[in-house]
């Protein structure tokens, strides 16, 4: 039997060359010098983190400012509408978890896509002549941020480009340039209610664009696009054959002089993959339950994209089966009293805000038509002491203790916008705060002028 000693011949701790011998009964043969390996700690953060940029928590993180100690603070800024225990969800939809949890039946691990029952509940619920769903169109993923998510990575290359509102939820710009996909940003229009500048639109869509998103209703503007606007988007989509990503979490929470329209039941050709969830309408946030609704009634999607959902929906398992198994209750139970109760609290909301803030000097509201948001334009002139709206909402904070998120953070300066799930009171309160913040700085055009010459 042959034996075999591989001898090593280093230079110092720190040696960049290795001398190698091997020697096989007696005999010596030299390999050679090799290139040796220092082990050391080379740990550092991946190129998708270094990327993931999240332009809400980068403005807020940086707004290093208290709230007045003498007034309590009223925050309008977080779109949950659980925090204040003025919008409790419906019995109904508590009770349902609470059956499945008890049944013992949902306490395993679901398929990636969900459960095919809970799947063929959320396909029936949507169904309609204009846009037929089946199970199969239908994937659960924990939260509408997720199935946006998925939507995104199974439509877009790094390298390619997407369509997004501005303003518009910073959500989808944090997950594009994680994924090395450019963001191209398309106007939105405040004095004709946020409608898409469809010119606009059209005019950056090249060759690597992936896909439209359209938000509607909207966070943040709180509008409403009519049938006929939608229409208009979707020759541009047909005329251009882009793909729409519709985020449509915050459907059917319309005002009543409104209707809402689900894109899909007006496309006769573009596909579309429509992302939902319980958080907004059923009040429910915390419990993580989204969709993702694929029409394709052309077939353009095919095999290639629906192929493409379920590959990525492995990579990590679906949302809590809790809430999947109570998922046809929550839909089916719930009573047409709980959401109409709701949206009569956001629209009274919402009247009151946009009357209060209308009458002061400075500032244009635009009323909103559905949602849970109002957006507020500052006449920046005439409060020449501010740069910008960022610094008009830190003042706000430090003399008023009231916190409204500056549109900086949806591309669009010079706006802030409001949450309106609050209570009525604390509505009324806030926008008697804000009247006296602007009336304390608000400068007319002489006081400007003179201000702008001190500089």
Same mark, same amino acid.
Request: contains cysteine.
């Given at each position: ?18 001398d ?24 550092r953060a ?19 400012v208290?709230?007045?100690p003498?007034?309590v603070m ?7 509408p ?9 019995? %109904?939809?508590?009770?349902?978890v609470?059956?499945?949890l008890?049944s ?34 239908v994937?659960?993923?924990s ?8 939507a995104?990575a199974?439509?877009a290359?790094p390298?390619?480009?997407i ?25 939105l229009?405040?004095?004709?209610g946020?409608?898409?500048?469809l010119e ?6 090249? %060759?690597?664009t ?6 509607n ?15 208009k988007?979707?020759e ?5 054959c ?8 915050y459907?059917?929470?319309v ?10 039941t007006?496309?006769t050709?573009v ?14 946030p915390?419990w ?7 029409h394709?009634?052309?077939?353009i ?9 379920v590959r ?6 679906g ?5 999947q198994g ?10 047409? %009293?709980?959401?109409q ?14 009357a209060a ?31 910008n709206?960022v ?5 706000l ?12 953070c949806f591309?669009y300066?010079?706006?802030f916008r ?7 009171e604390?509505i ?17 055009a ?10």
């Amino acid at each position: 039997m042959d034996s075999y000693l591989i001898q090593v011949n280093g230079h110092g701790d720190h040696a960049p060359m290795l001398d190698v011998h091997l020697k096989t009964n007696g005999n010596s043969i030299s390999l050679g010098k090799v290139k040796g390996r220092k082990p050391r700690w080379a740990v550092r953060a991946s190129e998708m983190s270094k990327k993931t940029f999240n332009p809400v928590r980068a403005i807020v993180d940086s707004m290093k400012v208290e709230p007045n100690p003498k007034k309590v603070m009223i925050s309008l800024s977080l779109g949950d509408p659980t925090v204040f225990g003025n919008l409790p969800t419906n019995d %109904e939809v508590t009770r349902a978890v609470k059956e499945v949890l008890d049944s013992g039946q949902y306490n395993g691990y679901a398929p990636s896509v969900g459960y095919q029952s809970c799947r063929e509940a959320v396909a029936t619920y949507y169904s309609c002549p204009e846009a037929p769903l089946e199970a199969q169109d239908v994937i659960l993923r924990s939260a509408c941020s997720q199935a946006i998510e998925l939507a995104l990575a199974v439509l877009a290359n790094p390298g390619q480009n997407i369509l997004v509102p501005r303003p518009g939820f910073s959500l989808y710009k944090t997950l594009a340039l994680s994924m090395g996909i450019e963001v191209k940003l398309y106007n939105l229009l405040p004095e004709k209610g946020w409608e898409i500048d469809l010119e606009h639109l059209e005019s950056l869509v090249d %060759e690597k664009t992936a896909c439209l998103i359209v938000n509607n209703p909207s966070n943040p503007c709180g509008s409403v696009f009519s049938k006929s606007h939608l229409q208009k988007i979707l020759e541009v989509a047909s005329r251009q054959c882009v793909p729409i990503l519709a985020d449509e979490i915050y459907g059917d929470m319309v005002f009543a002089d409104c209707k809402y329209e689900p894109i899909a039941t007006l496309s006769t050709n573009v596909p579309i993959l429509s992302c939902g969830g319980l958080a907004k309408r059923w009040l429910v946030p915390g419990w993580r339950m989204g969709w993702i609704l694929i029409h394709d009634r052309r077939d353009i999607f095919g095999n290639e994209i629906r192929g493409g959902l379920v590959r990525l929906s492995q990579r990590i398992l679906g949302p809590c089966t809790i809430v999947q198994g109570a998922l046809e209750r929550i839909l089916h139970r719930t009573p047409p %009293e709980f959401y109409q109760n709701t949206l009569s609290i956001l629209k009274s909301n919402a009247d009151l805000c946009y009357a209060a803030l209308s009458a002061i000097p400075g500032l244009r509201p635009v009323r909103p038509a559905g949602a849970m948001y109002l957006m507020v334009g500052v006449e920046m002139e005439h409060f020449p002491e501010f740069e910008n709206d960022v610094e008009f909402t830190e003042r706000l904070i430090s003399e008023q203790s009231v916190f409204c998120l500056p549109a900086t953070c949806f591309e669009y300066p010079n706006f802030f916008r409001v949450v309106i799930t609050v209570p009525e009171e604390m509505i009324l309160e806030a926008c008697s705060r804000i009247q006296e913040f602007c009336e304390m700085h608000y400068q007319g055009a002489d006081g400007a002028q003179d201000m702008e010459c001190d500089k």
